[in-house]
């Protein structure tokens, strides 16, 4: 499955093929605990810093989605799939997700 941030790049360019477009969101304290999780051990970012790159990343993607294709970064409408992770564990869901993106090609 191609990332989000990978799809906004060829919204156009694979139309045709009927792209599966999934935006996976969370809320900062999970966001945050996964950047702890795989960050560096050296890297002691306060909370605050990390907050701010968090925000930084978001709104890079952002502003890609905007020049790349009309639609809203986050806006459901565009979008075949929103997931929320927030205090989950991504690999055990990742099976359900390619369950629902494999039936969404199946109809296809």
């Known amino acids: 499955i191609i990332s989000k941030i990978e799809m906004d790049k060829f919204d156009v360019i694979l139309e045709e093929f009927n792209p599966f477009n999934i935006f996976v969101f969370a ?6 605990e ?7 051990q050296d890297e ?9 790159k968090i925000k930084q ?3 890079g993607r952002a502003r ?3 020049f790349m ?5 986050g806006a459901k409408e565009g979008y075949h799939l929103c997931v929320n992770t ?10 359900v997700i390619a369950d629902y993106a494999k039936g969404y090609f199946e109809k296809r």
């Open 86 to 95: 927030s205090g989950l564990d991504i690999k055990s869901i990742s099976p």
């Open 69 to 73: 294709t009309d639609k809203k970064w």
């Open 27 to 32: 809320d900062m304290e999970s966001k945050m």
């Open 64 to 66: 890609q989605q905007r």
């Open 44 to 52: 002691n970012l306060k909370d605050s810093e990390l907050k701010r």
């Open 34 to 40: 996964r950047c702890r999780d795989r960050a560096p």
């Open 57 to 59: 990343i978001d709104a």
